[in-house]
Structures are given as C-alpha cells and as structure tokens.
C-alpha cells in the first residue's frame, strides 16, 4: 500500500473517547519493547510517527491513526514487562479488552511477537480470546536483523510450533533490514478490502 497521508487522531482510553468508527480499523497489539512503533512507523513510511523507545510500556494509551483518509491504524499499549507502576498496569488489560470486544470497524489485530523469544501462554491465549470474538489476527515476528539466517528459521519453526500455527501464518518483519513491509500490507488488505 502506498501511504500518501497518515496523521495521529487521538488518544483514548474509554469508548467515549474513541473517534468515529467509520473506516476499517487494524490494531497493533504486542508485549511491551517488540517493535510495535518501529513496525507500523515502517508502514507508513515515517520516523517518528509513532514514538519509539527502549523503556517498555511507553504507550500507555489506545492511540488512533489514519491513512490515507481510509485506514485507521490503532496502537495498543504493550503488555508483560514494562516499566510502570501495578496500578496503571493493572487498566490496561482491561483498556485493551473493551477497545478490542466492543469496536464495530475492527478488522483485525496484528500481533506482533520478537522472533528472538518463544511465545508464551499469553500470546496463545491472546489469539484464541481474540477468536472467540472472530477478530482475525496477523501474526508478525520482528526483529529478524538480529539473528543469522540460519538462528531466524530456527525460531520462526519454534515461534510456529509454539503457537500452534503453520510456519507460513507467521510473517518475518525487520523494520531496520526492511523486509516483510510488503508481507504485513498485503495481510492488512485482505482483511480490509482496501
């Protein structure tokens, strides 16, 4: 997909603050520190759009973006580790879960996953909350770059085994060597329409 616009909408925390729900929607969700900035800054070709940082659980907001007049790119608080106090953590799961049941333009969640970690009963139990909701799910492992080549097919069947899925369902995504842009559009749009 070829980005011409994309601008930040609002930040939200409660359905009342949600924008209009009047364009397709993809949400960005991941533990805290996976490269969810870096992947969906990388999609939209900018910097710094969305802000980036090594201290996990720096996005503690559901923050609304939107592409191209036609596409809203919703980012999602990482959860797991991050530097916060237990209290703000505590909301978040509960944030996340009224944003992902209760939103109608939903089209689906990319989850993103650091190829490096196996995933956990957290991602796994992730994906089939979000399927009993029948919200479909991109799976993305990022961070490729920091492994050889032959330590990334390695993980990728570990990552795949792990989450009970085929390897070919899991898409290899490195913002930095810029591989696996094309592979996360082209899913986007098949849930879309776009």
């Not at 996340?96 to 970690?117: A, F, H, K, N, Q």
């Not at 085929?166 to 591989?179: D, Q, V, Y």
Request: proline residues 5%; aromatic residues 8%.
């Amino acid at each position: 997909m070829i980005i011409k616009s994309v601008e930040f909408v609002k930040s939200a925390v409660n359905p009342s603050q949600y924008p209009m729900d009047n364009l397709p929607e993809i949400a960005f969700a991941g533990r805290s520190n996976v490269g969810k900035s870096s992947l969906i800054n990388s999609l939209v070709n900018r910097k710094n759009l969305v802000k980036t940082s090594s201290t996990p659980g720096r996005t503690q907001l559901i923050n609304f973006f939107m592409a191209n007049g036609k596409l809203s790119l919703v980012d999602l608080p990482g959860y797991g580790y991050a530097k916060v106090p237990e209290s703000v953590r505590k909301e978040w799961g509960p944030m996340i879960e009224r944003y992902l049941s209760t939103r109608s333009s939903l089209r689906g969640v990319v989850l993103i996953m650091d190829i490096r970690r196996i995933p956990t009963e957290v991602e796994v139990d992730f994906i089939h909350w979000l399927g009993q909701f029948h919200i479909r799910c991109i799976l993305v492992l990022t961070k490729t770059d920091k492994l050889s080549k032959m330590k990334q097919i390695k993980q990728y069947h570990l990552a795949a085994k792990g989450l009970g899925v085929e390897p070919a369902e899991l898409i290899l995504f490195s913002a930095k060597a810029r591989t696996g842009k094309d592979a996360v559009w082209n899913a986007i749009k098949r849930l879309t329409d776009l």
